[in-house]
Nanobody, 123 residues
Framework: QVQLVESGGGSVQAGGSLRLSCAAS????????MGWFRQAPGKEREGVAT???????DYADSVKGRFAISKDNAENTLSLQMNSLKPEDTAMYYC?????????????????WGRGTQVTVSS
C-alpha cells in the first residue's frame, strides 16, 4: 500500500521560508516521478515542482528561483524548500508520486497523493 505523508507546513510572513517534507512508503521515491502540487480555495490544483528518477527538477514559472525540490533516495523522502514566500503561495500543498519514467506537471497523471499540508503566507 502506497502512503505519502506531508509535513512542514505552517504560517509565515511574506519573505519567510518553509521546508516541506514527504515521507513515502510502499513506493520507491527514486523509481519514478515525484512532485509537489498546491491548491488554493476556489482554484484548481496546480503543479509546483517535480523531480524525475535522475534527479532533474522542473518548476512552475511562479516559483522558479524561490523553491527547490529534492529527494533523499536512502530515506525515501521528498522535500520542497520554499524561500521568499509570497501571499499568493498560500495553499494546501500535496506530495504526489507517478511510477513512470516520464515526469509531468499535470496532476491527472499522478496516481498517488498525500493528504496535504497547509501553507499560509501573510503580508
Amino acid at each position: 500500500q502506497v502512503q505519502l505523508v506531508e509535513s512542514g507546513g505552517g504560517s509565515v510572513q511574506a519573505g519567510g521560508s518553509l521546508r516541506l517534507s514527504c515521507a513515502a512508503s510502499g513506493i520507491i521515491a527514486s523509481g519514478g516521478c515525484m512532485g509537489w502540487f498546491r491548491q488554493a480555495p476556489g482554484k484548481e490544483r496546480e503543479g509546483v515542482a517535480t523531480i524525475d528518477r535522475s534527479g532533474a527538477p522542473d518548476y512552475a514559472d511562479s516559483v522558479k528561483g524561490r523553491f527547490a525540490i529534492s529527494k533523499d533516495n536512502a530515506e525515501n523522502t521528498l522535500s520542497l524548500q520554499m524561500n521568499s514566500l509570497k501571499p499568493e503561495d498560500t495553499a494546501m500543498y500535496y506530495c504526489a508520486a507517478r511510477p513512470r519514467i516520464i515526469c509531468t506537471m499535470v496532476a491527472g497523471y499522478f496516481a498517488y497523493w498525500g493528504r496535504g499540508t497547509q501553507v499560509t503566507v501573510s503580508s
